[in-house]
């Protein structure tokens, strides 16, 4: 097995059960800092320091015991690799000792030892009831295989055999999965006089270097990791499972604070709604019931929510497990493996928690097919299938590959990989240089849409040669983004589906057919704007001269226009071809020996009214011959 290079130690227990003793015994250093924990004897705050085996430094997490201080656990407990759960020997297991062990199984810590502290203050017997109490604490759950050690915290009897364990513990841990990019959860934020603001946290995915581009989330707040440090010694480069500070220019104290995110810049999109999987425990007083108020805490952060179970049920009882999905007040920064843990609404008591499976989750609606066989495969399949099937299950019809790898805690090359291996999942445009990734199943849906728009918009306008982008994409039952969009009709281009010509779509068999009245209009129309030279008929007289509606004489123009014949201008004025071709001959003759020239000066040229004159060289500017410098226009330097 690989050696765990980085890992946090914690402790969890009652209060006054000996953490804090426990922790200066093994590392002589003391994590209570605030003046109201030394004059009470409790911590109030999390504390911390760093342990030492065989020259490997880690973190070390010590969490107040105190009901009342609850969600300061909750904000250290999250990543703990393993726990150091602390019961006296003379009071043995208490309510908090419950409730602890609840929330640490719940948040997934594997790895463990239970200490029994003060063995100073009882008689030996009293040692093998609490050792016969935690058998029954542990029974059914990871921790019947934890080692159980009996220690003195003050007169050190018992802590040689306790590093002994720490250290055989520590060797026996996995590899821990770097996660995708950085994430920091922010559990503390202070300034430090000439450094600006400091931010402090266990790192749960990834790595940060000095100089490295970091956002603070919630927000669009971007920064740099000015100063790096674990365990009070500057480092070039901290990663995963390790505690660790940021020094970070220019931000204030109000924009970072515990609950909020120090993530890499490609880290995003919050979550308001997620899907997950949850589990009640044993001591809950009650089900846990559909659209139930109850409070979340994932990572350092802590919002109310909602509980809506997925399924046929509608309420999970205790010792059970359930899909669900959780609506939130506010958004937090979640990932596709992320634990939590579920409280009542007044805080009084765990309830239960879970791990998320789904990050950004649509609503979903009842008695949908296949979710909860979609979910599992989330949670439980390969990478290339639970890209599948988040994107299958997600809101929108594609995501790019930066969202995948946040959501799923990956990196982008992982993510390209992995997607490139599933046949369920499509490439936009195309799997050489993918922008965003769907499903087969949604895009047979698009492309079912698309030409079914088209189909319909060629029978309305026959006339016209194309249907524009911007309002193909307004009218199909698939919402799609622009960005999203233009990619998914290149490779319908690709597949022969559809044509495009520039900004306007087709299907392949449409093409523009006049009939004989149309063919007449058609030669009216031509002719009025050849006879106009360079003062053509505008639309609105021009439509009034040939007799038809303007809707009408727009699709006819379209079609000479596509057909090069006349050249529109703007809105209302179109060109004969060879006319236009003369207004720009003009306009270049006169820059051989002018520099610029004004509408007055054109205006000239063409014999024209000022309307004709300022209309060809704004056109002209738009189509790249002329720019406009003040009053005047100047040949480009890229033009005919």
Request: glycine share 8%; with cysteine; proline share 5%.
């Amino acid at each position: 097995m690989a050696e765990r290079k980085h890992l946090i130690l914690g402790t969890a227990g009652h209060v006054d059960h000996g953490k804090t003793e426990l922790v200066r015994a093994l590392t002589g250093q003391e994590t209570d800092r605030l003046a109201a924990e030394k004059e009470r004897g409790i911590s109030i705050e999390l504390g911390f320091a760093h342990y030492e085996i065989d020259g490997r430094r880690f973190g070390v997490v010590d969490v107040p015991g105190h009901e009342r201080f609850l969600r300061q656990m909750l904000a250290g407990a999250h990543g703990i690799d393993l726990v150091l759960f602390v019961i006296a020997a003379d009071d043995g297991i208490m309510p908090q000792t419950e409730e602890h062990f609840d929330i640490l199984h719940l948040l997934g810590v594997q790895h463990g030892i239970f200490v029994l502290t003060k063995i100073d203050l009882v008689e030996g017997g009293r040692i093998d009831v609490v050792r016969s109490d935690v058998e029954v604490l542990a029974a059914g759950t990871n921790a019947e295989t934890w080692p159980v050690c009996a220690v003195s915290s003050t007169t050190g009897r018992g802590l040689e055999e306790l590093r002994a364990w720490i250290r055989e513990s520590v060797d026996d841990l996995p590899p821990r999965s770097p996660g995708g990019w950085f994430r920091l959860p922010i559990d503390r934020a202070f300034h430090l006089h000439g450094h600006g603001l400091v931010v402090t946290g266990t790192a749960v995915a990834g790595s940060v270097r000095e100089g490295d581009e970091l956002a603070l989330r919630p927000g669009g707040r971007t920064t740099r990791a000015r100063q790096v440090q674990v365990h009070g010694e500057t480092v070039r480069e901290a990663f995963v499972g390790q505690r660790v500070a940021v020094n970070l220019p220019g931000v204030e104290q109000d924009e970072a604070r515990r609950g909020h995110w120090l993530v890499d810049p490609r880290i995003e999109r919050l979550s308001d709604r997620f899907d997950c999987r949850v589990e009640i425990r044993p001591g809950a007083r009650r089900p846990l019931a559909s659209f139930d108020r109850v409070r979340l805490h994932v990572s350092t952060a802590e919002v109310m929510g909602r509980v809506i179970v997925l399924g046929e049920g509608s309420e999970i009882a205790p010792k059970s497990t359930a899909w669900c999905q959780i609506a939130l007040d506010e958004p937090v920064l979640v990932a596709a493996g992320d634990r939590f843990i579920l409280r009542t609404e007044t805080a009084t008591r765990t309830t239960g928690g879970g791990q998320v499976v789904h990050p950004f989750a649509p609503r979903h609606r009842p008695g949908e097919e296949h979710l909860e066989e979609k979910l599992e495969t989330l949670r439980d399949g390969t990478l290339p299938e639970r890209i599948a099937a988040f994107l299958d299950l997600l809101r929108e019809f594609a995501a790019p590959t930066e969202l995948v790898a946040q959501a799923l805690a990956r990196t982008s090359p992982e993510i390209l990989g992995a997607a490139a291996q599933s046949p369920r999942v499509v490439a936009l445009p195309h799997a050489s240089a993918p922008l965003a990734w769907t499903t087969c199943d949604k895009w047979t849906e698009l492309e079912s849409a698309v030409t079914d728009a088209l189909a319909a918009f060629h029978r309305a306008h026959p006339l016209e040669a194309g249907m524009d982008l911007e309002s193909l994409r307004s009218r199909l039952r698939v919402p799609l983004p622009p960005k999203q969009f233009r990619p998914a009709i290149d490779r319908l281009a690709v597949a022969g589906s559809v044509v495009r010509d520039e900004s306007r779509v087709r299907l392949p068999q449409h093409r523009v057919s006049l009939d004989d009245g149309e063919s007449t209009e058609i030669t009216r129309i031509t002719g009025l704007l050849a006879s106009g030279g360079l003062t053509p008929l505008d639309a609105k007289v021009l439509a009034t001269t040939v007799g038809l509606a303007p809707d009408r004489l727009t699709a006819l123009l379209r079609v000479l226009e596509q057909r090069g014949s006349v050249v529109r201008v703007s809105s209302d004025l179109f060109y004969d071809a060879a006319a236009h071709q003369e207004a720009r001959r003009l306009l270049l003759a006169h820059f051989r020996d002018h520099r610029e020239i004004t509408v007055a000066d054109y205006r000239t040229l063409l014999s024209a009214s000022r309307k004709y004159a300022l209309a060809l060289l704004e056109h002209f500017d738009a189509t790249g011959v002329t720019v406009r410098i003040g009053d005047a226009r100047r040949l480009r330097s890229t033009g005919g």
